[in-house]
Nanobody, 115 residues
Framework: QVQVVESGGGLVQPGGSLRLSCTAS????????IAWFRQAPGKEREGVSC???????NYADSVKGRFTISRDNAKKSAFLQMNSLKPEDTGVYYC?????????WGQGTQVTVSS
């Protein structure tokens, strides 16, 4: 069963950092892209960053220069390092992949940036 599980969210002050993890099971992570999305209260889910199976990365303009996506296939995990966090980064962060034409989403991890 294809599954991705997020962890690492929490409450942080503006300017702080968090590192989110996405742990994969039921498929070989090496061959697939991983993306991070987020959803703020009252807003639509939006793409934050993605990393291809070859390691190519993309970022939303709102997080460029602050967030870094990475992967460790041996650990079956992908990561989102978030620095210089802002209150507008608050939301539920989701890990996503597509395996065999099927979308797989995690349950999400809450990130709250507040003083």
């Amino acid at each position: 069963q294809v599954q991705v599980v997020e962890s690492g969210g929490g409450l942080v002050q503006p300017g702080g950092s968090l590192r989110l993890s996405c742990t994969a099971s039921g498929f070989t992570l090496d061959y697939y892209s991983i993306a991070w999305f987020r959803q703020a209260p009252g807003k639509e889910r939006e793409g934050v960053s993605c990393i291809s199976n070859s390691g190519s990365t993309n970022y939303a303009d709102s997080v460029k220069g602050r967030f870094t996506i990475s992967r460790d296939n041996a650990k079956k995990s992908a990561f989102l390092q978030m620095n210089s966090l802002k209150p507008e980064d608050t939301g539920v962060y989701y890990c996503h992949t597509v395996v065999g034409g099927f979308d797989s989403w995690g349950q999400g991890t809450q990130v709250t940036v507040s003083s």
